[in-house]
């Protein structure tokens, strides 16, 4: 649930106005369901293998997601900045799977966070 109803409109809406009352017909359901997160630099936030329970988005800072190679050496895949989410979130969320790579805040880090049973039901309706 929703900590702070100003965090809600002064920076998810901000950041993605389609989430709003008028034009997202969901709204009160994503809103009664959303999550807003603060990780710290340096932790990990996700592991390879882990479930995805949610699909997040970035509203400020940076994570970095890499896969281990045979070596150890971490290969960086790609970075989440303000406004994106993992697409492998998505896929893992869709094709009920596995997560296939490791997740790290770079920065501190603001996200917001909604169910992967929501995310897959608005999917499968739209």
Known sequence: MLDNENIFHSKIIKLFPFLNEEDFP????FKRNV??????????????GDSCGYLSFVISGVVRVYKLGQTGREITLYRLYKGDSCILTASCIVSKSKFPAFSVAETDVEVFSIPSSLFSAWIKKY
Do not use: A, D, V, Y
């Open 35 to 48: 999550i807003i997160s603060r990780i710290p630099q340096g932790k990990i936030i996700t592991l390879e």
């Open 26 to 29: 969901e709204f009160n359901e």
